[in-house]
């Protein structure tokens, strides 16, 4: 696919101005040479010899120019360029002389055609020279334009395609976003109404009645939270100490949590539902599974290049493993990349008697960066 041909006729009208230029001022200057030399001559007559001696080059360059168009594709290579050139020397240059020889020789000769043969063989050689610098220069001058534009129109597909492929590509990531998201939505309510089947076992009204208040809140927030593309620090903390709260309720006396963010960090940008899989995590993996007292931690600061975030529990060794769907973790490592790409990092796995995982928001998505 190359790029669309020019008009004829805005082809012809350029050759036609460009050579119009070209006749005006090789006028100007020979007649002003003439005047010097006190030769006789009138402006029309000078004008009139030097539009006809142009004639052909209207046409030669108009037809270059519309077969290098037609070739543009190839023009880069050395078997289309050599033999147009040369098919110019023969097919253009030889008779553009003859052109400029008959026209002299119908001036100024009483016989024309006997004069002609002789008039061409005598054609001085600086002439000869002189068309063949015109002839290279227009074939040169008319491939850079044609190669250029040519270029430009590769160029322009090449950043079609670009654009088109990117489009589709953040397409594909929005659509695996949407699914990741609502992969996570229910699984928090799978997690939150087994915490509440949980208290309806232990037979306290008073404590289940409080945890279906705390569910609907943080329903309502994940809800509206599943339908934004960015959330705050802030409001994420907010939706860990709600879902936090609910498991209180549950355990009230084995539950320690300490939530340490500077005030400055609440207005940082970030993915929503991102901090609750972690700390539900904290609670599936750790709380319970054992009778003993936990502790978990959230960590919030900010850096010069990015936040980050820390949530840490407590480890008991001897206790059993929670079966889980492994959700939490490999949900927030898929949506960081789309997000993100290499910028982010989520790191995770025991220090000194703590289960530690440790995020990195860059400043900025990677589409914004």
């Known amino acids: 696919m190359t790029a669309p041909h020019t008009p004829l006729r805005r082809v012809l009208g350029t050759s036609l101005g460009t050579w119009a230029t070209v006749v005006v001022l090789h006028v100007a200057a020979a007649y002003s040479d003439m005047l010097r030399r006190g030769a006789p001559v009138t402006l029309g007559d000078l004008l009139r010899a030097y539009l006809v001696a142009y004639v052909p080059w209207v046409a030669y360059t108009t037809l270059l120019y519309r077969t290098m168009e037609r070739r543009s594709a190839i023009l880069g290579e050395r078997r289309a360029v050599v033999p147009l050139y040369l098919a110019s020397l023969v097919l253009f240059l030889v008779p553009e002389v003859a052109w400029q020889v008959a026209a002299v020789t119908l001036r100024n000769a009483t016989d024309p055609m006997r004069a002609f043969l002789p008039a061409f063989r005598r054609w001085p050689a600086e002439l000869w020279l002189l068309d063949l610098a015109l002839m290279s220069g227009s074939f040169v001058a008319i491939y850079a334009i044609v190669t250029m534009r040519e270029g430009r129109a590769i160029r322009e597909r090449q950043r079609a395609a670009d654009a088109e492929r990117l489009a589709l590509q953040l397409e594909l990531e929005q659509q695996r976003l949407r699914g ?154 898929d949506r960081l990349a789309l997000l993100y790409g290499t910028a982010a990092s989520l790191e995770a796995g025991p220090t000194d008697g703590h289960f530690v995982v440790t995020l990195f928001l860059p400043l900025a998505p990677a589409h914004e960066s």
């Open 180 to 333: 990741l998201r609502a992969q996570l939505e229910p699984h928090f309510l799978f997690n939150a109404l087994s915490a509440i089947a949980g208290l309806v076992r232990s037979n306290d009204q008073r404590v289940a009645i409080d945890a279906i208040g705390q569910l609907s809140a943080q329903l309502r927030h994940a809800i509206t939270a599943s339908q934004k593309d960015w959330s705050t620090i802030g409001e994420e903390l907010e939706f860990v100490r709600g879902y936090l709260a609910l498991q209180a309720l549950r355990y009230p006396d084995r539950l320690r949590v300490t939530l340490d963010a500077p005030t400055a960090a609440a207005s940082i940008t970030c993915p929503p539902l991102l901090l609750q899989p972690l700390v539900e995590n904290a609670i599936r993996h750790d709380v319970e599974c054992h009778q003993g007292v936990s502790t978990i931690g959230v960590t919030v600061s900010p850096e010069a290049t990015g936040t980050a975030i820390t949530v840490r529990n407590t480890m008991h060794p001897g206790a059993p493993a929670n079966p889980g769907l492994g959700l939490g973790l490999r949900g927030i490592r």
